[in-house]
């Protein structure tokens, strides 16, 4: 551990680490790391109106809305400096819930574009936040691809993907997340991805529940409407037992319905984290409270992904679904961007990153997927 003399901790008060983000949403990663202090986001940008208003609402007028294609960071001048880029690209091309074009997708290489602004403005750091299915995409050809790409990004940086559960850095959900942490060569900043802090084990604090996350959230103002519920909705979740979902229900029962994946009636558990709340989806996916039978309020599925009540959200219930969906739970990332903060302070040993780098590269891919999973 580092112990920081008092002109230390003064200059890490004053000083502001500057993020560029990137398929920005409305800010679940940059919310994440401002809250644990130091980090400043100065320049944002999203193609999706209502998530840029709500981006906007919080973070101020700093998020240009459009096409990042259009958008050169060599020439743009309204593009700043930064030490940090973050942003999670486009990932329904990677998502395991669909079909995996991956590379191949309509929006599979607009990772691309995260690899023009970090070519453009060489920050120390990265962080790219993606599905988990983008491991399998390709017969792993796609993740190999990626990690190629930047990590081949002049001075040269060492690339780290890992698979992350949120649940496990006090989270009330399992979320299956892989965040691609990249570190410029000449930094010399020897990066590890933070160690669980909650779960089962030694040392290890109690997984945050549903029940414990829901404490008080009828009373939050914002984004707190119930959905309208047909009656035959109704039946078909009173059927559902605790944490159960569409295959309780007995095959020969006339409420009986057809599904292929494990959202389809999920009710929530008040006794575990939440399974995996999703952005969009057609009847039975919006995700159910338990013991109400009635599909979660916004608000209720921002607490499980861990935004705070005054983070409210614009635009009508289905986009605020949308954007909540496709958010980082921001306490997920309190611990990264921790770990992340002594490349920006100088409170470090320098190492030989280029030996790292070359030693990843001559890995074979078999084994270098172990350490992304393992």
């Keep these: ?4 003399c008092e002109t230390d901790i003064q200059y890490m008060e004053e000083k502001n680490i500057r993020i560029v983000s990137l398929f920005s949403g409305c800010g679940g990663l940059d919310l994440g790391f401002e809250q644990v202090g130091n980090y400043k986001t100065l320049w944002a940008n999203d193609f999706k109106h209502e998530a840029c208003e709500t981006f906007r609402h919080h973070f101020g007028d700093i998020i240009v809305e459009g096409d ?3 958008i050169d960071p060599y020439t743009d001048s309204s593009v700043p400096d930064c030490d940090l880029i973050l942003g999670g690209f486009p990932c329904q091309d990677f998502s395991i819930i669909w079909k995996q074009p991956g590379l191949n997708g309509e929006r599979g290489n607009l990772y691309k574009s995260f690899l023009r602004f970090v070519d453009a403005k060489k920050p120390k750091a990265f962080v790219a936040e993606n599905v988990k299915g983008i491991l399998t995409a390709n017969k792993r050809k796609a993740i190999k691809q990626i990690i190629e790409d930047f990590q081949n990004i002049e001075p040269g940086y060492v690339v780290i993907p890992h698979l992350y559960d949120f649940a496990d850095y006090g989270v009330p959900e399992f979320r299956e997340r892989v965040l691609i942490v990249g ?7 020897h990066f590890e991805h933070p160690k669980p802090t909650h779960g089962v084990g030694e040392g290890l604090l ?3 529940t549903v029940g414990e996350a829901f404490k008080g959230v009828e009373d939050v103002p914002y984004n707190n409407e119930l959905l309208r519920v047909k009656e035959r909705t109704k039946k078909i979740i009173s059927l559902i037992p605790e944490g159960g979902n569409f295959t309780c229900i007995p095959k020969d029962s006339p409420y ?5 994946i494990s959202h389809v009636y999920r009710r929530i558990h008040r006794g575990e984290p939440s399974k995996t709340i999703i952005a969009a989806g057609g009847g039975g996916t919006w995700g159910y409270h338990y013991p109400e039978n009635r599909p979660l309020t916004n608000r209720e599925r921002a607490r499980i992904q861990a935004f705070p009540d005054d983070f409210v959200f614009y635009g009508n219930t289905t986009e605020v679904r949308r954007q909540i969906g496709n958010a980082v739970p921001p306490v997920g990332v309190h611990a990264l961007a921790n770990a992340l903060k002594p490349l920006f302070f ?3 040993e320098i190492v030989d990153l280029a030996k790292q780098r070359e030693h990843l590269i001559k890995l074979s891919f078999e084994d ?3 350490l992304i999973t393992k």
Excluded: A, C, L
């Excluded at 551990?1 to 920081?4: A, E, G, Q, T, V």
């Excluded at 570190?183 to 900043?189: A, E, H, P, W």
């Excluded at 009986?256 to 292929?260: E, I, L």
């Design 206 to 208: 109690p997984y945050v």
């Design 1 to 4: 551990m580092i112990n920081y």
């Design 68 to 70: 990042i294609e259009k």
């Design 256 to 260: 009986y319905v057809k599904g292929m």
């Design 346 to 348: 100088g409170e470090y």
């Design 183 to 189: 570190i410029r060569v000449d930094t010399g900043f």
């Design 368 to 370: 270098r997927y172990k």
